[in-house]
């Protein structure tokens, strides 16, 4: 049995995410295709960039669905458009820091989020909320690199995601540490490796590839999100989104 995962990052920009990224993911039983959205922002870094995504990333859900994906993850670490995509898609729908988070709590008693801008700090706040993890949510540190200025200098952005982990352990007393931006994928192991260094024997959780692996698992044994607690829309006239067709288990 072939799992197909569908990455949708949902931003406009060329090169950020590429299939290059996620290759070393794939087996002979995981495939996984991507795509960008058509309407919507350069990179997402407020409530705003994720309100104007949403919209075409629950296209592009619907899409992945009835092309043959068997599940979707939502390449962003603030899961834009996560409720809304899995009522309208049967399989399984993955956010990255909702996976990240709650394995984060499983490892550890309490993790830091390490991101790209301080303004951020609201919007994971409200989201570690809404998974209902403020009693293991430890630290919210930043790097202050622009999403579009994430692969400008990588040693640079290294050496400040190393910084801010081991400040975190140290000063915020987190045991745990999710990265909170998809767009660092790869860094991780730069991180532990500091951390270690420094005498700190935590877990760092690089969302992509984890979410891969959950998506896979979810695939492989029969599982996907309630239809009751994301049930179908109901059938209403809209104006101003062209959306396709969908037919989601009710």
């Given at each position: 049995?072939?799992?197909?995962?569908?990455?949708?990052?949902?931003?406009?920009?060329?090169?950020?995410?590429?299939?290059?990224?996620?290759?070393?993911?794939?087996?002979?039983?995981?495939?996984?295709?991507?795509?960008?959205?058509?309407?919507?922002?350069?990179?997402?870094?407020?409530?705003?960039?994720?309100?104007?995504?949403?919209?075409?990333?629950?296209?592009?859900?619907?899409?992945?669905?009835?092309?043959?994906?068997?599940?979707?993850?939502?390449?962003?670490?603030?899961?834009?458009?996560?409720?809304?995509?899995?009522?309208?898609?049967?399989?399984?729908?993955?956010?990255?820091?909702?996976?990240?988070?709650?394995?984060?709590?499983?490892?550890?008693?309490?993790?830091?989020?390490?991101?790209?801008?301080?303004?951020?700090?609201?919007?994971?706040?409200?989201?570690?909320?809404?998974?209902?993890?403020?009693?293991?949510?430890?630290?919210?540190?930043?790097?202050?690199?622009?999403?579009?200025?994430?692969?400008?200098?990588?040693?640079?952005?290294?050496?400040?995601?190393?910084?801010?982990?081991?400040?975190?352990?140290?000063?915020?007393?987190?045991?745990?540490?999710?990265?909170?931006?998809?767009?660092?994928?790869?860094?991780a192991g730069v991180m532990r490796q500091s951390?270690?260094?420094?005498?700190?024997?935590?877990?760092?959780?690089?969302?992509?590839?984890?979410?891969?692996?959950?998506?896979?698992?979810?695939?492989?044994?029969?599982?996907?999100?309630?239809?009751?607690?994301?049930?179908?829309?109901?059938?209403?006239?809209?104006?101003?989104?062209?959306?396709?067709?969908?037919?989601?288990?009710?």
């Amino acid at each position: 049995m072939q799992t197909h995962i569908e990455l949708i990052t949902p931003i406009i920009t060329e090169g950020l995410r590429t299939l290059e990224d996620v290759r070393p993911f794939e087996r002979a039983d995981l495939r996984i295709t991507h795509c960008l959205l058509e309407n919507g922002p350069a990179s997402i870094e407020s409530e705003f960039d994720e309100a104007l995504c949403v919209p075409d990333t629950i296209r592009r859900a619907i899409e992945a669905e009835q092309r043959g994906a068997s599940a979707i993850i939502i390449d962003c670490m603030g899961d834009p458009g996560l409720a809304a995509c899995r009522e309208v898609v049967a399989v399984p729908v993955v956010g990255p820091a909702q996976t990240a988070m709650h394995v984060a709590s499983m490892l550890g008693h309490r993790f830091a989020f390490i991101t790209v801008l301080q303004r951020l700090r609201a919007v994971i706040g409200k989201l570690v909320a809404g998974y209902g993890l403020n009693d293991t949510y430890g630290a919210f540190r930043a790097v202050d690199i622009p999403v579009l200025d994430i692969e400008k200098d990588p040693a640079a952005l290294q050496s400040a995601l190393a910084r801010e982990s081991i400040l975190a352990v140290r000063e915020d007393g987190v045991d745990a540490v999710v990265l909170g931006c998809t767009g660092f994928l790869g860094c991780a192991g730069v991180m532990r490796q500091s951390l270690l260094e420094a005498g700190y024997d935590v877990p760092v959780i690089d969302p992509i590839p984890l979410a891969v692996q959950l998506a896979d698992a979810l695939v492989k044994t029969g599982l996907s999100h309630s239809k009751l607690a994301y049930p179908l829309p109901g059938s209403k006239k809209i104006r101003g989104y062209t959306l396709p067709e969908f037919n989601a288990r009710g």
